[in-house]
């Protein structure tokens, strides 16, 4: 059964924010708001967990899984190394809709970096997404809470149509923005790329990036 948890996004409620967490430490998987759509959830660092993913989407293991953090101590732990431009990027736009590409750290699991040595990281600016991964203490999953070719989803109820029956969880935090995903740039690279022009336009990025 798929536990559904009405969560406050302005104030978010301690002991629901716990169950949520509850939830991910055994294991589960949860749809959840951020900054941009809903997102699967799941703590990166369980193996088993990150794999009910792909099962849940019907996503091929070719494709990386980004993830968000709650607080800039946990990038350490799945960053291998933080390029000078992307301290840049993350000065201006964490908390944020900004997803970065780092080299990943060796603890990484491949099957979030699709075997690549990447991993896309954001430092989120929705509340609940926030309070979730500090209370884990680390990294959570976010790839979009939806069937793999079905349409994003910004709502609880949008997440509930594709998905019910294969949750642990879903949280209903209201409607989120929408429109378009997170801007990723690969900071891996020279010189560094947006391989997706998401919330953030491509020219406030290329202006961050040239300065010295």
């Known amino acids: 059964m ?3 948890l009405e969560i406050d996004p302005g ?6 924010i716990d169950e949520a967490v509850a939830i991910l430490k ?3 998987v949860i749809a ?5 759509f809903y997102g699967l959830g799941a703590d990166a660092r369980n193996e088993a967990a990150i794999e009910k993913i792909f099962g849940i989407k019907g996503r091929d293991f070719k494709n990386p899984i980004l993830v968000v953090i709650g607080d800039r101590g946990h990038l350490d732990a799945f ?9 840049k990027l993350m000065e201006r736009f964490w908390p944020g ?8 750290a060796p603890s990484v699991s491949p099957k979030l970096t699709a075997g690549s040595g990447k991993i896309g990281i954001r430092l989120t600016s929705h509340p609940i997404a926030m309070e979730i991964s500090k209370r884990l203490g680390g990294p959570v999953t976010a790839t979009s809470a939806n069937l793999t070719g079905a349409p994003e989803c910004s709502s609880a109820v949008e997440a ?3 998905l019910e029956g294969r949750l642990d969880g879903v949280i209903d935090g209201g409607h989120t923005p929408g429109g378009k995903g997170s801007t990723i740039v690969d900071v891996t690279v020279y010189p560094q790329k947006v391989l997706r022009e ?3 336009p491509s020219s406030l990025i290329q202006d961050t990036l040239a300065t010295t």
């Not at 104030?11 to 629901?16: G, Y």
């Not at 959840?32 to 941009?36: A, G, R």
């Open 97 to 104: 809709p900004l997803t970065i590409i780092f080299r990943a």
């Open 79 to 87: 960053a291998a190394d933080i390029p000078e431009k992307a301290r």
């Open 198 to 200: 998401g919330m953030i």
């Open 26 to 28: 055994r294991g589960g």
């Open 32 to 36: 959840f708001p951020t900054e941009t």
């Open 11 to 16: 104030k978010p409620e301690a002991d629901r």
């Open 160 to 162: 509930l149509s594709q």
């Open 2 to 4: 798929t536990t559904i």
